[in-house]
């Protein structure tokens, strides 16, 4: 059964810093292009960042310079580092899976799998 699951949200104050994971069973990330997206409260879901393999990757002009994403292909998981966080990040941040070698885009309806979420709060 592939799963993905989220962990590392949290509340934190402006200017803070968290990491989430993306911990994936059931299948292999080699072979997926892995996406962070995040939608807050009366907003659309929106793309974060995406990954694959070789560890190229892409961001939303709204994170360029604050986040970056990684992944360890040996623990199958996939992580967002979140630095210099503002309150307009406050959201549910879930990671998805797209069966592609390419990061094809940053539009959730191009990913098949996602985990249930995790909530990240920055406020003071």
């Known amino acids: 059964q592939l799963q993905l699951v989220e962990s590392g949200g949290g509340l934190v104050q402006p200017g803070g810093s968290l990491r989430l994971s993306c911990a994936a069973s059931?299948?292999?990330?080699?072979?997926?292009?892995i996406g962070w997206f995040r939608q807050a409260p009366g907003k659309e879901r929106e793309g974060v960042s995406c990954t694959i393999s070789s560890g190229s990757s892409t961001y939303a002009d709204s994170v360029k310079g604050r986040f970056a994403i990684s992944r360890d292909n040996a623990k199958n998981t996939v992580y967002l580092q979140m630095n210099s966080l503002k309150p307009e990040d406050t959201a549910v941040y879930y990671c998805?899976?797209?069966?592609?070698?390419?990061?094809?885009?940053?539009?959730?309806?191009?990913?098949?799998?996602w985990g249930q979420g995790t909530q990240v709060t920055v406020s003071s």
């Open positions: 059931g299948f292999t990330l080699d072979y997926y292009a």
């Open positions: 998805a899976a797209d069966p592609s070698p390419v990061c094809r885009s940053l539009d959730q309806y191009e990913y098949d799998y």
